[in-house]
């Protein structure tokens, strides 16, 4: 479509719009929150202000971009008229949220025609805001992020996350078992966005997991490769919801491959 918008215009919306709604989360963490209900586990929860940050995004969106699709985790989904679809997580993080550790972002990712062209990942607790347009690198505050120079798998520290199921949990501790000895550590800090955006920034050396949803690593995940890193998954495959791994190109292959082996990271 020729009259689609500059991404770093769609970089400005979403910027706005993010740190709105992260003023909105802050401001309700200042009282008691409890998990409202829960999602595809008793452990998946949700609280009444993921559904008001998604609403907040969802109005403003409306406002400074009538016609775009959305697609929230709390259910927005519509596939809107211009070439140009938001990928929203409201609250990513909500246990963190919950138990009051800083580790919760909002994050708000702009796609067109299918492919990510601007992301930011705003974490109001931590003091960080990330973001990135499709050609133009990545950023904290300002700041450009190259990713990690470790080169040796052994050297590196490595995130990862769990999910909800204990069927998944049980399989994700059998690669773990795997993965912890051939490593210098592992991370595990509860919000995927933010483990993408650290390894952007080199605040860990990778990152993979298994389960992440569009609105998980959208933002996250344009900010850690135009940082420099490979994101994808297994055997050349995409990152997709089977896994995602990211990782300076040194530390790609070799953690890609000891992901490969049995039992592999991308099945339960």
Sequence with gaps: MSDLPDPDILLDVALTIAREAGELLARGREGAVAAETTKSSPTDVVTALDRASEALVARRLGELRPGDGLLGEEGSDSAGSTG????????????????????????????????????????????????????????????????????????????????????????????????????RDIRRMGAASLDLCAAAGGLVDAYYERGLKPWDHAAGGLVAAEAGLRVGGLHGRPATEDLTVAAPPALFGPLTDLLAEDPPADRD
Excluded: C
């Excluded at 931590?126 to 990690?148: E, I, K, N, Q, W």
């Design 84 to 183: 140009v679809r938001w990928i929203v997580d409201p609250l990513d993080g909500t246990v963190n949220f919950l138990y009051r550790l800083p580790n919760w972002a909002v994050s708000i990712a702009a796609e067109v025609d299918g492919e990510v062209v601007a992301g930011v990942v705003h974490a109001p607790a931590m003091g960080a805001t990330y973001t990135a347009v499709r050609g133009g690198g990545a950023f904290r505050d300002g700041t450009a992020l190259t990713g990690s120079t470790v080169t040796t798998l052994a050297g590196a520290l490595v995130a990862t996350g769990f999910g909800y199921l204990e069927s998944r949990r049980a399989a994700q501790a059998a690669v773990l078992t795997r993965v912890v000895p051939r490593v």
